[in-house]
C-alpha cells in the first residue's frame, strides 16, 4: 500500500477476511484523517481534477450473498479514481435501486449482519473509509421516486394524484384528467390520501413511515409492515400517483384505464407528434411536483412553478451532506433538460421534469458555508459543455462510452479539447465532460445491451483506459470516469441495478497489472499534464497522436485505432519540427511495466516503425 492502493482483483479483495479489512482501516486510522479531503478548498473546482468510480454496493456481493457497506470498503483500495459516486442506497422497490422508496432510510438489504453497527453508521464508516484513502464520496439524487414511496405517503402534497373509481378492467375515471388536475381538485385529493394514511400510522403507532437511526432491528421491521399495509389501504381505496412522463413526451401520461386482473392503472405516453411511447417509460416511477398547470401529453404555457415541491427537492441532498459527509452529488435525470423545454424558455416546462432554472437552483443549494467545496456532477451523456455550466454543473457524464476508439471518437475528443479550453480560460472554476470509459447503464438494452467492458475487452479497455489518462492536459483536462469492475474486467453492472444479483467476477490479474502499470505511469506524469498544453495533433482511420508541452517537458501520445483492417499496420512518422527545432531524447514507454526505455533522435520528430493493433505509446521529451 506504499502508493496508496492495493494491486489486487476484485475477487481477491472480496476473499479477504472481515476482521482483515476492518484492521487494514483501523491502521490507516491512525496515520490519516477520516475527514474529507476536500474539505480544506473554498469551492467545487477540484471536480474537474477529480476521477470518479461508480459502485453499486449491493452489486459487491459473492455467491448467493448481495453487496453490504463492508464489501464494497473491500473494494475502494484497488480502484485508481478519488471519486466515488455511489448508486442508490436507500430503500428501494421492484429490485431496482434507482426506484427509489425512500430518501432517509438506508436499505437494511445492504447492512452487514455481525458487525453490530446500525445502517446509519456502516453509511458512515464506508464514507470514512473513502475519505482515509483519500476519495471524495458522492450522493445519487434522483428528482422521482417509486409510486408509494414513504415520502409520498408522508407528503401527498409534493406529488400528483388520481382516484380510480372501481378497478374494473379499462373503467374511465369519473371526470377527465384536465379536470382532475386542476388544483382545487388535486387539493380534494391530497386531503383524502393525508387523512387515509394519518389514521393508519395513529392505529399502528406511528408518526413517521422513516426508520430513525436509533431504531433497533425490531422496531424497522415493525415500520416496515405498517409501511406495505397502508400502501395496500391507499391502493384499496383507488388512490394513485400519477407516474413520470416519457422524457420524449410533453406535459404528464394520460390515464387510459385499469388493469383489472393485475390491479393498476394504464398510462398513454404521447410524443408531441402523437407516437406512442410506452415502451420508453418508467411506469413505476412519479415525479416530485415541480410544476402546476401540467396537461396530458401536450405541453402548455400555463404551467408555473410550485414551490413547495423544488424546495422539498433541493433539500433532499442537505442531509445527506451533514449528517454523513458526502462532498458531491450525481443528478439522475439531467438528461435533455434544454430540449425539454416550452419554446426555449429555461424557466418553463415542457413535462414534468425540472427545467434548468430548477438544476441551477438545486446546484446553488447542493452547498452551504461550512461546506462551500460540494460538488454537482450531471447524469448528461452529452456534451453540451457550456449550456451545463452556466447553470452551475462542475462535471458532465459525457458520451464516450457510445463509440469506438476510432478516427470518429479522437477528432470528437480534439474538438471538446478547443470548447473546454474557449469554456474555461477565464472562469475561476472549471467545467469538464467526463471521458467515460464505461458507465452502469451501457447494458441496458436500449443503449448498446452490454456494458462496454464486455464489448471492448482486454485490448478495447486498456485504449480507453489510455485516452481518459493522456489526451486531456491543462484547462481541457478531462476526469476519467469508470465503474467497479474495469479493474480486472468484471462486468453485469446494469442486471446488478435491476435484480438482486451481484457483478460477474472476472478477476483477469493480467488486465489488473495493466491497469496499475498505466495508473503509475500516469502518477508520474500528471505534473505535466496539469499545467500543458495540446500543441499537435493528428488522426487519420489506423492512428492518432498528439503532443502535449509543458514548461520542461513534450509529452507525446500515440495509439493505433480500431479499424476494419487490423492486420494493415503501416510505419508512421510524428512531425515534430512545429514544436521543437532540434534532436529529441527522453524516455518511451509501451505500458508493459511501470519503466520508460531511454529514446533518443537527432531530428526534431519521431519514427514510430510500427504500432501493434489497438496499441499506444507514451513519449516524455526533456526540454
Keep these: 500500500f506504499q502508493k496508496g492502493y492495493l494491486a489486487k482483483t476484485c475477487p481477491a479483495m472480496l476473499a479477504l477476511e472481515d476482521a482483515t479489512i476492518i484492521a487494514f482501516y483501523h491502521g490507516l486510522s491512525h496515520t490519516r484523517s477520516a475527514d474529507s479531503p476536500v474539505r480544506h478548498l473554498p469551492n467545487s473546482g477540484w471536480m474537474a481534477d477529480a476521477d470518479f468510480c461508480f459502485i453499486n454496493i449491493r452489486a459487491t456481493g459473492t455467491g448467493q450473498q448481495h453487496g453490504n457497506f463492508l464489501t464494497t470498503a473491500r473494494l475502494l483500495p484497488i480502484i485508481r479514481a478519488n471519486a466515488i459516486h455511489l448508486g442508490p442506497f436507500t430503500d428501494y422497490d421492484h429490485h431496482v435501486i434507482y426506484a427509489v422508496r425512500s430518501v432517509r432510510t438506508i436499505d437494511q438489504r445492504l447492512t452487514h449482519p455481525t458487525i453490530g453497527l446500525s445502517p446509519d453508521d456502516q453509511m458512515r464508516a464506508l464514507v470514512q473509509a473513502a475519505h482515509l484513502l483519500g476519495k471524495a464520496i458522492g450522493f445519487d439524487l434522483e428528482p422521482h421516486m417509486t409510486q408509494f414511496a414513504k415520502p409520498v405517503l408522508m407528503h401527498p ?29 388535486q387539493a380534494q385529493l391530497v386531503a383524502e390520501v393525508r387523512a387515509l394514511v394519518a389514521a393508519e400510522m395513529e392505529k399502528a403507532g406511528l408518526k413517521d413511515l422513516e426508520s430513525s437511526p436509533s431504531d433497533d432491528q425490531p422496531t424497522r421491521d415493525y415500520t416496515q409492515h405498517v ?6 389501504a391507499v391502493i384499496d381505496a383507488g388512490y394513485w400517483t400519477i407516474p413520470s412522463q416519457s422524457w420524449a413526451a410533453h406535459g404528464l401520461p394520460d390515464y387510459r384505464g385499469y388493469y383489472g386482473d393485475k390491479n393498476y392503472p394504464k398510462w398513454d405516453y ?24 401540467l396537461i396530458p401529453n401536450r405541453a402548455t404555457a400555463d404551467a408555473q412553478e410550485y414551490e413547495p415541491g423544488i424546495a422539498y427537492f433541493c433539500d433532499i441532498f442537505s442531509y445527506w451532506r451533514d449528517e454523513f459527509d458526502f462532498d458531491f452529488v450525481r443528478q439522475d435525470s439531467a438528461d435533455h433538460i434544454f430540449d425539454s423545454l416550452y419554446h426555449d424558455d429555461f424557466t418553463k416546462p415542457a413535462s414534468d421534469r425540472p ?19 460540494i460538488g454537482n456532477l450531471a447524469e448528461r451523456m452529452g456534451d453540451e459543455l457550456e449550456n451545463y455550466a452556466a447553470i452551475g454543473y462542475d462535471v458532465l457524464l459525457g458520451s464516450d462510452m457510445f463509440y ?73 483536462r478531462r476526469p476519467k470516469y469508470e465503474v467497479v469492475g474495469a479493474q480486472d474486467l468484471s462486468h453485469g ?12 467476477w472476472v478477476g483477469d490479474a493480467d488486465y489488473t497489472r495493466h491497469y496499475h502499470i498505466l495508473e503509475d505511469i500516469y502518477d508520474a506524469c500528471r505534473v505535466w499534464l496539469d499545467s500543458g498544453t495540446m500543441v499537435c495533433r493528428h488522426a487519420d482511420d489506423r492512428l492518432a497522436w498528439w503532443a ?25 512518422i510524428m512531425d515534430l519540427t512545429g514544436v521543437r527545432s532540434g534532436p529529441l531524447q527522453g524516455v518511451v514507454y509501451d505500458f508493459s511495466d511501470a519503466h520508460g526505455r531511454p529514446f533518443f533522435s537527432d531530428w526534431a520528430g519521431i519514427n514510430v516503425g510500427w504500432l501493434p493493433y489497438q496499441e499506444f505509446r507514451l513519449w516524455v521529451l526533456e526540454g
Design 548 to 572: 502535449i508541452e509543458t514548461e520542461n517537458r513534450l509529452l507525446v501520445a500515440a495509439i493505433s485505432l480500431e479499424h476494419p483492417d487490423p492486420q494493415a499496420v503501416h510505419p508512421f
Design 227 to 232: 409501511y406495505y399495509r397502508i400502501i395496500r
Design 355 to 373: 427545467t434548468p432554472a430548477i438544476l441551477a437552483r438545486l446546484n446553488a443549494t447542493t452547498r452551504s458555508s461550512a461546506k462551500p467545496y
Design 493 to 504: 453492472l446494469f442486471p446488478a441495478n435491476i435484480r438482486d444479483i451481484n457483478l460477474t
Design 404 to 476: 469506438k476508439i476510432d478516427r470518429g471518437l479522437i477528432e470528437k475528443c480534439f474538438q471538446l479539447a478547443d470548447r473546454h479550453i474557449a469554456l474555461n480560460q477565464n472562469r475561476p472554476t472549471r467545467t469538464a465532460i467526463t471521458f467515460a470509459v464505461d458507465t452502469h447503464d451501457t447494458g441496458n438494452k436500449g443503449l448498446l445491451g452490454a456494458s462496454i467492458i464486455e464489448i471492448a475487452g482486454f485490448a478495447g479497455m486498456r485504449q480507453r483506459h489510455f485516452i481518459s489518462r493522456f489526451f486531456g492536459a491543462g484547462l481541457a
Design 157 to 185: 402534497e409534493l406529488f400528483r394524484w388520481v382516484r380510480v373509481p372501481d378497478g374494473k378492467p379499462d373503467a374511465p375515471l369519473l371526470e377527465p384528467m384536465t379536470a382532475i388536475l386542476q388544483e382545487g381538485h
Design 270 to 293: 404521447r410524443s408531441p407528434s402523437g407516437d406512442d411511447l410506452y415502451h420508453m417509460a418508467f411506469h413505476a416511477l412519479t415525479p416530485i411536483k415541480f410544476y402546476t398547470g
